[in-house]
């Protein structure tokens, strides 16, 4: 019935922001601590949403002590297909950007499950709607993540 009051079910503990210097991400082809990344706010892929990315997740396997990227080739060829619809292209190949992708997971040294976003965006800081003529950046950056959703209650 609509005039019901919904609870809705508490959200299970998922991601936090890392505070320390340690946590580090991949920004203007180069690491560099996540703490450190930033865009400016007249940033086009900001203002006008000019931006794509991918969410995947990594899973850690406590038994073979490793963290394992979640189909992470396809994630960046979908990526890279978004990208060119809006006029963007990966500063990197797929294959490349798979095993900086691995390799940014090896310098933070993660133990747990955790979230990836690879994000390709127009970087260019300027006012005004359109895709041609700006540049364009990536950043991906990775965080300890425990569930989306909580699975043993559902959705409500």
Known sequence: ???????????????????????VCWMGGEFIPLVEAKIGVMTHGFLYGTAT???????WNEEQGQLYGLKLGEHYRRLTD??????????LPVDALVDLTV?????????Q??????????????????LHKLER???IFAV??????AIDRGIS
């Open 1 to 23: 019935m609509l005039t019901e009051k919904r609870v809705s079910a508490p959200l299970p503990a998922t991601g936090v922001r890392p505070t320390g210097t340690d946590v």
């Open 53 to 59: 990315f991918e969410g995947v997740r990594a899973y």
């Open 82 to 91: 978004s990208g060119k619809i809006m006029l963007m292209e990966p500063p």
């Open 103 to 111: 390799e940014l997971l090896r310098r933070n040294g993660f133990r």
């Open 113 to 130: 499950d955790t979230y990836i976003r690879p994000t390709l965006y127009k970087s260019t800081e300027a006012i005004g709607v359109r």
């Open 137 to 139: 950046d990536m950043v």
């Open 144 to 149: 300890p993540f425990g569930e989306y959703i």
